[in-house]
């Protein structure tokens, strides 16, 4: 079985630039995750998708970071304009059951160097 | 309120020697309770979990059983490696919220 897919895998910017993630969940998953992981820190959510619904988002910054699921499958997030805080690693998440229950399944991970 | 208390890190150590990571929650009702592992430069992934009072998840030699009585699930392995070298966390499953996690560093 596929794992969750993530891409790209490092990417480093400018602030003020822009830049957008990709993440395949695993095939069947209704619920994704996008979790934000700064060094030294545990992740921390950002938006959860249950299909193409917005579950949470109430940590997602939403002046400069926008995720979307449109078909219910794939999702991208993105941050415009970036600043120098979100140097980050950018984890996507998913899982076969409801909101708040059962093992989530996380891709490597996509790492973020704002200069 | 729903929350979580994992040990502080680093936690350093010598091969063979036992780990104990604790690990409680507060909560109002039972919630699965699971320890993911992130070793350097890797996502999350699950190690262990167990569902309802007194069980016991195990797996690449760590356990933890999940203690009602006390609201801990504590990870426990008897002779540690090298290449379990990574940042530990506990997770109940009421919470999509993971803490700082516990480092764990093996020495030879």
């Known amino acids: 079985e596929a794992g969750v897919a993530q891409s790209p895998r490092y990417k480093i910017i400018e602030k003020r630039q822009s830049v957008a993630f990709w993440c395949n969940p695993i095939s069947g998953h209704a619920t994704l995750y996008w979790y934000q992981q700064i060094l030294g820190q545990g992740p921390k959510l950002l938006i959860q998708f249950q299909n193409n619904g917005v579950v949470d988002d109430s940590q997602l910054p939403k002046d400069r970071f926008s995720a979307e699921r449109l078909k219910g499958v794939d999702s991208t997030l993105k941050i415009q304009p970036a600043k120098l805080e979100d140097s980050a690693v950018y984890l996507c998440a998913s899982s076969l059951l409801t909101a708040n229950t059962g093992e989530l399944f996380f891709g490597e991970g996509s790492r973020l160097t704002v200069l | 309120g729903n929350s979580v208390t994992q040990m502080e890190g680093p936690v350093t150590l010598s091969e063979e020697a036992f780990l104990t990571i604790n690990c409680t929650y507060t909560?109002?009702?039972?919630?699965?309770l699971f320890w993911y592992v992130q070793y350097p430069g890797e996502g999350l992934q699950l190690l262990l979990k167990a569902t309802k009072a007194d069980d016991k998840g195990s797996n690449k030699g760590f356990e933890a059983t999940y203690r009602k009585e006390t609201t801990s699930f504590h990870l426990e392995k008897g002779s540690v490696q090298v290449s379990d070298s990574a940042v530990y966390f506990c997770?109940?499953?009421?919470?999509?919220?993971f803490g700082a996690g516990t480092r764990l560093a093996v020495h030879p």
């Open positions: 997770a109940p499953d009421f919470k999509l919220i």
């Open positions: 909560a109002t009702g039972y919630p699965s």
